[in-house]
C-alpha cells in the first residue's frame, strides 16, 4: 500500500507535466509575434504613411521601451482578424511602458502618455485595453502602431513587452484571471491549514513544527497572492518589477522553510548544517539568477533538493513517513525543472497542495501520537505524583521526624522549633505544587532546602543546597530536584553531611540543568530506575513531549550527577 502511495504522489507531477496547459490569452485572439521597432522622434517616420528609417523587425518579447521613447508598426490583414460574435474588438497592450494606439494613423486611446524623458512621460497601466471600432477596419491590410516608452522603471526588465493582440474586448484580463483561477481555488485551503497550525503552535507552543508548516502554507499564498494580482488588479507598471520582487521574495523565504521544517523532523541533530546548505545559496545566488522567473525557481529547486538531502537517510533506513515525504519532495523538484517557467506560473501552487498536504498528514500524525503519549504521560505523571506526596508525609516520614522534633525540643528549644518550621515549609510546599505542571525554577530550590533542613535536624549532620548559576524565568515541573535529593539521601549514607549543587547551563538548543549530589557509601548508589526517576521522565514527558532529556550517572568521586535538558522556550 505504502509503495503505491509513493507511485501515486510521483506520477501526480508527471500529469501535471504532460496535460495542456491554457494559454494566458485563451481563444479568439489574434496574438502579434513580430513588428518593426522604430526609434525617432519622428511621429510621422513611424506611421502608416510614413517611412522606415531606424526600424527593425523584432520578436515581440524582445521589443524594449525600458528608457527610450520607440514606435512599433505592424501589419495585419482583416481576414485574420478574430470575429467574436456580439463581442466588440480590442486591441491589447501588455507592456511595462506608457503606450498610445493607432490604428491605420487614428488614434485609438493613450495609456499614460509616452515621452522622451522622465519629465515628459506619464506612466501608464501594466495591462491596457482599448476598443477597435469595426468602421475602422479595411479590407485587406491594416497598419497597427504603438507608441511607447518606458523611465520610470526601478529596475531594468529582461522582457518587459509581453502582449499586444487584437482580442475580444475585456477578454485578456478575464483570460488572465482564469489561467490563475485553480491556483487561487487551492489557495484556499492552504490559507486554512496555514492558519491553523499557527493556531496550534500559538496555544500549545511545544514543537516548532508547526509554526514552519504555518509558515510554508503562508509564504505559498502570499507568492500566489503577488503572482495573482495582475489578474485581479489593474496596476500601473511601475508597480510590476514590485510585484516580481515580492513573488521572488516569497519563494526564497518558502524554500528556506521547507528546508527548517524538513531538516527539523527527518534531521534535527543536523539542522543548522542543512538551513546553511541551503539558505547561503538561496540567498546569495538565486538573487543573481538571469530574469526574474529564474529567482524564485532557483530558490525552490536547491529548497527541494537540500530538503530531500535532509530526508533521504530516514528514507533510506525505511522511515515510512520519510519515504513518502521524499517521494514528493522528489515530484515537486521534478516539475521545477521540466516545467520551468511555466510552473511558477500556476503549477507550483498544484505541486505545493500535493506536498504540502503530504507534510500536513505527517504533522497531524505527528502530534496525535504526542498527545497520546502526553495523555499516558498525565496518567503516570498523577500516580507517581500521589506517590511522591505520600513518601513526603509517609508515616515513617513522621515519625521518625517527630522522634527526632522530640528530642531537639527537649535538648534544644531553638532547634526544635527550627525543625517545626522546615516541616511545616515542607508541607505546605508539597500541597501548593501537587495539581501544578509547571513551577518557577527559583521556586524548587526552597523546596530541596527545607526538605535538607529537616534531614540535617534528623541525621545531625548538615545537608547544604549550593545554586551555583541564577535560575532566571525557567520553569520546570514541580518536585524533580527535590526528588532527585531524596532519591540521593534514600540509597545513600552520608556520616559527614554533604553540599548538593544545582548548575544551570545556557545551550544552543535550551538549557542544562546539573543536580550533582555529595560522595556517599552505598552499595546501591543512586539507580535509574525506580519511581522517583519514573516520576522525572514522566513529568519531562507530559511538560514537554520529546524535546526534554533526563540523563543521570556516577562522578568519579563518588557523587552522582543528573541533567535535566529543557527545550528552549522553556523560560
Excluded at 262 to 282: D, E, K, T, V, Y
Excluded at 298 to 317: C, D, F, K
Excluded at 471 to 489: D, W
Amino acid at each position: 500500500a505504502m509503495t503505491r502511495l509513493i507511485l501515486i504522489i510521483l506520477l501526480i507531477p508527471l500529469t501535471l507535466v504532460s496535460a495542456p496547459t491554457r494559454a494566458q490569452l485563451g481563444p479568439g485572439m489574434l496574438a502579434i509575434t513580430r513588428a518593426h521597432v522604430c526609434e525617432t522622434a519622428d511621429a510621422a517616420a513611424a506611421l502608416p504613411n510614413g517611412g522606415r528609417e531606424n526600424c527593425v523587425e523584432t520578436p515581440l518579447h524582445d521589443i524594449d521601451a525600458q528608457g527610450r521613447e520607440i514606435w512599433v508598426r505592424m501589419t495585419i490583414d482583416s481576414e485574420a482578424l478574430p470575429n467574436p460574435a456580439g463581442h466588440p474588438r480590442a486591441v491589447a497592450v501588455s507592456a511595462m511602458a506608457a503606450s498610445s494606439i493607432y490604428w491605420n494613423g487614428r488614434l485609438l486611446g493613450s495609456n499614460g502618455q509616452p515621452g522622451a524623458n522622465l519629465a515628459t512621460e506619464t506612466p501608464g497601466l501594466m495591462d491596457y485595453t482599448v476598443h477597435l471600432p469595426s468602421e475602422l477596419i479595411l479590407d485587406g491590410e491594416n497598419s497597427l502602431v504603438v507608441h511607447m516608452s518606458s523611465h520610470h522603471g526601478i529596475l531594468r526588465a529582461r522582457h518587459p513587452t509581453h502582449v499586444i493582440a487584437i482580442a475580444p474586448y475585456g477578454s485578456v484580463r478575464t483570460g488572465i484571471l482564469s489561467y490563475y483561477l485553480p491556483a487561487i481555488m487551492s489557495a484556499g485551503a492552504l490559507l486554512l491549514a496555514g492558519l491553523y497550525f499557527l493556531g496550534l503552535f500559538a496555544v500549545e507552543r511545544r514543537e516548532i513544527g508547526p509554526l514552519l508548516l504555518s509558515m510554508m502554507a503562508l509564504f505559498a499564498v502570499g507568492q500566489l497572492a503577488a503572482e495573482s494580482l495582475r489578474g485581479l488588479v489593474a496596476y500601473s507598471y511601475t508597480l510590476h518589477i514590485p510585484r516580481l520582487i515580492m513573488v521572488g521574495v516569497f519563494g526564497g523565504a518558502f524554500s528556506i522553510t521547507l528546508i527548517a521544517f524538513i531538516s527539523n523532523r527527518f534531521a534535527r541533530h543536523r539542522q543548522r548544517l542543512f538551513l546553511a546548505i541551503g539558505a547561503l545559496p538561496i540567498l546569495t545566488l538565486a538573487p543573481f539568477a538571469p530574469g526574474f522567473d529564474a529567482k524564485p525557481l532557483v530558490a525552490m529547486l536547491i529548497g527541494s533538493l537540500v530538503s530531500l538531502l535532509a530526508v533521504a537517510a530516514p528514507a533510506w533506513r525505511g522511515d515510512v513517513s520519510a519515504r513518502v515525504t521524499a517521494a514528493a519532495l522528489a515530484g515537486f523538484a521534478t516539475l521545477v525543472v521540466v516545467q520551468n517557467a511555466e510552473f511558477l506560473n500556476r503549477d507550483f501552487f498544484f505541486a505545493v497542495c500535493i506536498l504540502m498536504g503530504a507534510l500536513f498528514i505527517d504533522q497531524i500524525l505527528i502530534l496525535r501520537q504526542e498527545r497520546q503519549a502526553r495523555d499516558a504521560a498525565t496518567r503516570r505523571s498523577s500516580q507517581l505524583e500521589l506517590e511522591l506526596l505520600r513518601r513526603g508525609i509517609a508515616p515513617h516520614f513522621l515519625m521518625n521526624t517527630l522522634n527526632c522534633l522530640s528530642e531537639w525540643i527537649e535538648s534544644d528549644p531553638k532547634s526544635g522549633l527550627k525543625l517545626i518550621e522546615a516541616l511545616g515549609d515542607q508541607m505546605r510546599s508539597l500541597a501548593t505544587i501537587s495539581d501544578r505542571d509547571l513551577i518557577p525554577l527559583e521556586n524548587e530550590p526552597d523546596l530541596v532546602r527545607s526538605y535538607l533542613t529537616i534531614m540535617s535536624y534528623r541525621s545531625d549532620v548538615p545537608f547544604t543546597l549550593e545554586v551555583q548559576t541564577p535560575t532566571g524565568l525557567l520553569q520546570i515541573p514541580p518536585g524533580i530536584l527535590h526528588t532527585l535529593a531524596e532519591n540521593a539521601l534514600r540509597h545513600n549514607h552520608y556520616a559527614e553531611g554533604g553540599n548538593f549543587i544545582l548548575d544551570i547551563e545556557a545551550t544552543d538548543t535550551g538549557h542544562n540543568l546539573s543536580f550533582t549530589t555529595p560522595p556517599g557509601g552505598s552499595s546501591r548508589k543512586n539507580e535509574s530506575t525506580g519511581k522517583g526517576h519514573a516520576y522525572i521522565r514522566g513529568k519531562l514527558q507530559q511538560a514537554y513531549a520529546r524535546t526534554a532529556r533526563f540523563e543521570t550517572g556516577a562522578n568519579p568521586d563518588g557523587g552522582w550527577t543528573s541533567v535535566i535538558s529543557l527545550p528552549a522556550g522553556s523560560a
